[in-house]
Structures are given as C-alpha cells and as structure tokens.
C-alpha cells in the first residue's frame, strides 16, 4: 500500500461546529504532516509529527488541534473555525524527517467553513 | 532566505512541445530540490528530486536542470502532453528539516 488516505474529501461546517479530519497511510511511515492550501497557491506547512510526538506547529491557532493516535493514523480537530479557513487540507507522509526524505500526499479534504 | 523563486507563473505549450518551468533560490544550505505535479482537486505527487552534487536527473520526459553556481533549478518536460497540464511547483530543503520550502506554482497547459 502506498498510499495516504484522507477522510472525508469534502466537509462544510459553520463557525460553531467541532470536526474531525482523518489522515492514514500503511506504509510505515514515521513522520507525518498537515499542509493548508488556499486556491493557487503553494501548501503551506501546519503540523508536523514525527514518531508520533509533535515535532513542529507552524504558529497554527488554537481552533486546530491536531492528535497522533498511533504510527498510522493523524487527526486533525476543528472548533470555532472561521470562513478564511476555507482551504484544502492535506497529510502527507514521509519514512522519516530530514531533508531528501519524500513526502507522499493525501488527495485533501475540501473544506468550506460557513 | 527561505524563499524560492518560480517562473514563469503559468505557460501554455503545443502538444509535443518542450516545457520549461525555472527556479532560483539564496539558500546554500538547501540540498533537496523535488518537484511536485498537482492536478485539480488531488494533491501533490512528486515527480522527481535532484540533490546538488548532480547537475542533471533525467526520469522519462521530466529533465531537472540544476546549476549550482547559479542558484538555479529548471524543470524540462519533453514532448509534452495534455495530460501533462496541471499546476508544477518547485521546493527546496536542507540538511535535518523536516521542511519544504516550496515556490508560488506553475500552471502548465498543454494544447492539442
């Protein structure tokens, strides 16, 4: 298997709602990532765990929470969002951290915050 | 310091045609430079990667071009396809991070 999964590929959602996004990969994996992309523009890095521990947060607010429940599996927690964080989120994993190492994406999950 | 420089921001080419999308970057420290296909709706996909002690990779069609004097990387997609038309964006890392740094994206279009 070598690919990253990611439900649910669309999620509308009002600015008073809790969510749930959820990222998995089989590849065995260490290192795993969050990526926000607004419309052309380039992914911008959120989330970074690596071994399971939360290596970086990009000064990300408080309204996402992202959760390593194991080696496979990446959540990403949603509460009180705002419409400017209408965006494709996207995982992406790599076999560990450090530079020349590949990242593999996920297809994204769509989502319109109301 | 961090940034990289992509260009042009979209090209249009005939079916057949050589694609050139260049980057340039200030970093030294940089010593991973992948390049990341993007269709409408998917996420990236990497295409291919070139580290600075190589000046050329080829995989298929796609050339990396990268002239380290220069600070320059260039993306060469021969015979290009309509199905080659997406969105290409460069990026850079360097040694230990779990970061890339990626630039502003190249929409490609391949005409018929």
């Known amino acids: 298997d070598t690919e990253v999964t990611q439900t649910p590929k669309h999620l509308v959602m009002g600015m008073t709602n809790k969510k749930s996004l959820k990222c998995e990969q089989h590849?065995?994996?260490?290192?795993m990532y969050w990526y926000k992309q607004k419309a052309k523009k380039p992914p911008e890095l959120m989330f970074v765990?690596?071994?399971?521990?939360?290596?970086i947060n990009e000064s990300v607010p408080s309204r996402f929470s992202p959760e390593c429940p194991n080696s496979s599996l990446l959540n990403l927690h949603l509460h009180a969002l705002q419409p400017e964080d209408s965006a494709l989120y996207l995982c992406?994993?790599?076999?560990?951290?450090?530079?020349?190492?590949?990242?593999?994406f996920g297809p994204g999950t769509r989502l319109t915050v109301l | 310091q961090q940034q990289v420089k992509q260009s042009p921001q979209s090209l249009i080419v005939q079916k057949g045609g050589i694609s050139i999308i260049n980057c340039a970057y200030e970093?030294?420290?940089?010593?991973?430079f992948p390049w990341y296909q993007q269709f409408p709706g998917k996420g990236p996909a990497l295409l291919i990667a070139?580290?600075?002690?190589?000046s050329e990779k080829k995989e298929g069609r796609f050339t990396i071009s990268f002239n380290k004097s220069a600070k320059q990387f260039s993306l060469h997609i021969m015979d290009s396809q309509p199905g080659d038309s997406a969105t290409y964006f460069c990026?850079?890392?360097?040694?230990?991070?779990?970061?890339?740094?990626f630039g502003k994206g190249t929409k490609l279009t391949v005409n018929p």
């Open positions: 992406a994993s790599s076999q560990d951290t450090g530079t020349g190492r590949e990242q593999f």
């Open positions: 590849m065995g994996h260490r290192a």
């Open positions: 765990y690596s071994y399971e521990k939360l290596s």
């Open positions: 970093n030294t420290a940089f010593d991973y």
């Open positions: 070139i580290r600075p002690d190589v």
């Open positions: 990026a850079a890392s360097w040694g230990g991070s779990e970061k890339l740094v």
